[in-house]
């Protein structure tokens, strides 16, 4: 086993996952309910849309979003990635539909070869398989020194496109990268979709619960710009995996993408409500808005801000341990409980550092690349995580790198002993001085070969 709940645990995101959400999963599984539609299940269905409201107040979002506004609304999907194909699919639709109108002789694959999406380079996965599902191209755009994506970056992008006859179409801004936990310029970005009439989808899988605390609702500026948004519960709201709650601003838009209508399924409530079913990909789907009414029920708006608070705490506590030594730097910006760290030198050093602390089982990490550095990424991901654990991590860390050092120390110690040229697995090899696909020293051993 992968141990995810336990407080060494420090790789990928984190996932909160509370003793009441572990409860209402069991009383969920004993009802053994399936809320597609509002005659298969009233109260689930009922359940859903009102947490869904709840939880898209808490964290800000424009009233346009909510099932209460007769507009748009959201449910539960199974993943922030089929928040993303669910939302490229329904801007395929819209543009498609828009296309026809104004070239109603022109065939429907034809339309599909123009598309253009657009996200940033430091987009999670999920947005390139999207393209490849949906048969649309994918333009990953360059972020800033800060690792945001910016609107004058996507202007130039799409005007490029729109030369070359092709249609912009969809865009995905992050709101909490993955490698980084950095914020794309969603006001900037969002003014050029409006502009373009381009299809904006919000992906806040992990730093969207965080929005639930005023301090960090600054990055949704903007929003009112989205077409849609998804954050992942299961990520900072301790609700337990899995479920991504998405919003969309226009119902329609969504519903006729997706709405496929057999009469097994139809019922004389269809006109009052509309079923959860035309609002994703799977019919079969667990009553996952349980276990998110139990948490709010339980810990309050108060109760999750301070969990947030906590997490967002320990993981300055971990830079700052990461800062006061000398022999490392802290790469990104830390916004939340995502710190990317490295030691300096070359990119074979910290993943040496990484692969060592991997196999000694102690502590578990995973890496990232920012602007072609290997770096490693500690995040704080487990709520029983205390500042105890933070620091037998950090001295795991640090007692390793002190090893590789201390042995690539002698390695070196040993070339220049024996005349011999500086290796590369030493630790004065620098492989961040490349030109053309070289660095000087490989060069320079070559031509003394």
């Known amino acids: 086993m992968v141990h995810w709940q336990h407080p060494n645990f420090h790789a990928f995101l984190p996932i909160g996952h509370s003793y009441t959400s572990i409860l209402s999963d069991m009383l969920a599984d004993g009802l053994g ?3 597609f539609s509002w005659a298969s299940s009233p109260a689930g269905v009922e359940l859903e849309y009102l947490v869904l409201d ?34 490229l699919l329904s801007a395929r639709h819209r543009t498609i539909q828009g296309l026809k109108t104004t070239h ?26 999207a393209a490849l599902i949906g048969f649309v191209k994918l333009r990953q755009l360059e972020h800033d020194e800060n690792f945001s994506l910016r609107g004058d ?106 709405t496929v209508d057999p009469l097994y399924l139809k019922h004389k409530h269809g006109d009052e409500s509309l079923d959860i079913r035309h609002r994703g990909i799977h019919l079969s789907r667990r009553f996952q ?36 030594d000398e022999r490392f730097e802290v790469v990104a910006k830390v916004t939340l409980g995502l710190v990317c760290f490295r030691l ?20 578990h990490m995973v890496p990232g690349m920012l602007n072609g550095s290997y770096v490693i990424r500690f995040s704080v991901c487990t709520p029983r995580t205390t500042e105890d654990d933070i620091l037998f991590s950090w001295d795991v860390i640090r007692s390793t790198a002190e090893e590789i050092l201390e042995k690539r120390q002698q390695r070196c110690d040993g070339c220049q002993d024996n005349g011999s040229m500086v290796d590369s697995g030493c630790g004065n090899y ?3 001085r490349v030109v053309n696909g070289q660095d000087d020293t490989v060069i320079e051993r070559e031509l003394w070969a």
Not at 55 to 82: D, R, W, Y
Not at 111 to 128: D, G, I, N, Q, T
Request: glycine fraction near 10%; aromatic fraction near 8%; charge should be negative.
């Open 289 to 324: 808005a349980l276990k998110v009414w139990f948490v709010i029920r339980t810990y309050g708006l108060e109760g999750l801000q301070a969990r947030i608070r906590e997490h967002v705490r320990l993981g300055k506590y971990f830079e700052a341990q990461v800062a006061a």
């Open 54 to 87: 709840w939880v898209g107040k808490m964290v800000g979002l424009p009233e346009h979003f909510m099932n209460s506004s007769g507009q748009g609304g959201g449910c539960i999907q199974s993943s922030a990635s089929e928040c993303v194909l669910i939302a």
């Open 430 to 432: 620098d492989d961040s």
């Open 153 to 258: 970056v996507l202007e130039k992008a799409m005007q490029e496109d729109i030369r070359l006859g092709l249609v912009p179409f969809f865009v995905c801004a992050s709101l909490g990268t993955t490698t980084c936990g950095s914020f794309d310029n969603l006001q900037e970005v969002g003014e050029v979709c409006t502009k373009h009439g381009v299809y904006l989808h919000i992906d806040a899988a992990y730093a969207g619960g965080a929005f639930v605390c005023p301090e960090f609702q600054h990055f949704m500026n903007g929003v009112e710009h989205a077409d849609s948004f998804c954050l992942n519960p299961y990520k900072l709201l301790q609700v337990g995996v899995d479920g991504s709650m998405m919003w969309v601003r226009n119902l329609k838009t969504l519903t006729s993408s997706l």
């Open 104 to 129: 109603p002789h022109r065939e429907p694959g034809e339309m599909l070869s123009k598309l253009v999406a657009y996200s940033s380079k430091l987009a999670h996965s999920s947005v390139e398989k």
């Open 33 to 35: 309910i399936l809320p």
């Open 344 to 363: 300096r030198g070359s990119n074979d050093l910290n993943e040496q550092l990484l692969e060592t602390v991997v196999k000694k089982g102690r502590v």
